[in-house]
C-alpha cells in the first residue's frame, strides 16, 4: 500500500504562481511514475501532468502546457507540480497518483493509476 499526501494549495489571484507538493510513503515502488489530476465542482476528474520514474519523460494537458511543470525527487519520494499563470479555470482539487508499475508510456488516464492522494484545493480568483 501507497499513501499519498498532498500539500501546497490554497487561494491565489490570477496570474499568481503555486506550487504543490505530494509525498509518497508505505511500500514505495523504486520505479513508478507519478501524476497529477484535477476535480473542478461538477465535472470529471481530468489529467494535468505525468513524470516518469526515471524523471526523464513528462507528458502534460494541452491546457496547462507552457505553464504548469511536474518534477520528482525519488530521494524524498516527493512529487512537484509548479503551477504559474494561474487562471481562474485552473481552479480546482488536485490530486497526486501513483502508477506502481512503471507502465510505458506515461499515462494522462485515470486507470494508469493505481493509488490516490486525498487532494488539495487550489482557488484561483479573477
Known amino acids: 500500500q501507497v499513501q499519498l499526501v498532498e500539500s501546497g494549495g490554497g487561494l491565489v489571484q490570477a496570474g499568481g504562481s503555486l506550487r ?3 509525498a509518497a510513503s508505505g511500500r514505495t515502488f523504486m520505479r513508478y511514475n507519478m501524476g497529477w489530476f484535477r476535480q473542478a465542482p461538477g465535472k470529471e476528474r481530468e489529467f494535468v501532468a505525468a513524470i516518469s520514474w526515471s524523471g526523464l519523460t513528462t507528458i502534460y494537458a494541452d491546457s496547462v502546457k507552457g505553464r504548469f ?3 520528482g525527487d525519488n530521494v524524498k519520494n516527493t512529487v512537484y507540480l ?4 494561474l487562471k481562474p479555470e485552473d481552479t480546482a482539487v488536485y490530486y497526486c497518483a501513483n502508477d506502481r508499475l512503471g507502465r510505458q508510456p506515461l499515462s494522462p488516464n485515470r486507470d ?3 493509488y490516490w492522494g486525498q487532494g488539495t484545493q487550489v482557488t484561483v480568483s479573477s
Not at 509548479?82 to 499563470?85: H, L, T
Open 20 to 22: 504543490l507538493s505530494c
Open 82 to 85: 509548479r503551477m504559474n499563470s
Open 69 to 71: 511543470t511536474i518534477s
Open 112 to 114: 494508469g493509476y493505481d
